[in-house]
């Protein structure tokens, strides 16, 4: 298996601009998993599904961030529009049970909106 | 929130020594995980410990778990350059499906 897929692995855009990141999950894995990465705030999960279905998505910053999980095997964050404290990494994880064996994470996209 | 709190936030250490991380955290859990994040890279699992254990290994790895104190520490024995990242605890606990992750502790180990 290739791993958890993101794509792209970098990303600028201007500020206003629309943001599509895009993640392949591990084939079989049940949950995936959001989490943008900052110096200031640490990891935080921003919105995770199981069995595709959005189960919380309390961590997701305000209404110009969505999360679709259209099947097993894809999922976007999407930011619209876009603001310069976006800017961040955005992980995406896939796991089987939720943290019963671990997660296993993508290399990431690194955001920057100017 | 964080449940997982890391300690020291940073560590530099000679190549060669032992390096010793320390995790706590504040409720029941089914099991503790340790991760390792390489510079620009995504988290990579390293060992996970059930509450039922007290002590694990894997290679170089040691992981300890005190559920009393809530409690773990990751060893990292005869430490090398290629070590230098940031190890995350992370706990699976009782009542959720998803991980929590702590802040993080920068080890760098100097050649």
């Known amino acids: 298996d290739a791993g958890v897929i993101q794509s792209p692995r970098h990303e600028v855009t201007e500020m206003g601009q629309e943001v599509t990141l895009r993640c392949k999950p591990i084939?079989?894995?049940?949950?995936l998993f959001w989490y943008r990465q900052t110096m200031m705030r640490g990891l935080e999960l921003l919105i995770y599904f199981n069995n595709n279905v959005p189960i919380d998505d309390s961590g997701m910053p305000e209404d110009r961030f969505s999360a679709k999980m259209p099947n097993a095997s894809f999922s976007t964050l999407k930011i619209q529009p876009s603001e310069p404290r976006d800017s961040a990494v955005y992980f995406c994880a896939s796991s089987l049970f939720g943290g019963r064996y671990g997660y296993t994470f993508g290399s990431g996209t690194r955001l920057t909106v100017v | 929130s964080q449940q997982g709190e890391e300690d020291p936030q940073a560590l530099s250490i000679q190549e060669g020594e032992n390096a010793t991380m320390n995790c706590s955290y504040k409720?029941?859990?089914?099991?503790l995980q340790w991760y390792r994040q390489n510079s620009g890279r995504g988290l990579v699992h390293l060992i996970l410990i059930r509450s039922n254990e007290r002590e694990k290994h894997s290679g170089r790895l040691r992981v300890t778990l005190d559920t009393s104190k809530k409690s773990s520490s990751l060893l990292i024995t005869a430490s090398r350059a290629a070590d230098t990242a940031s190890y995350f605890c992370a706990t699976d606990q009782n009542a959720g499906n998803m991980l929590t992750f702590g802040g993080g502790t920068r080890l760098m180990v100097k050649p």
């Open positions: 084939s079989g894995h049940d949950y």
């Open positions: 409720t029941s859990i089914n099991n």
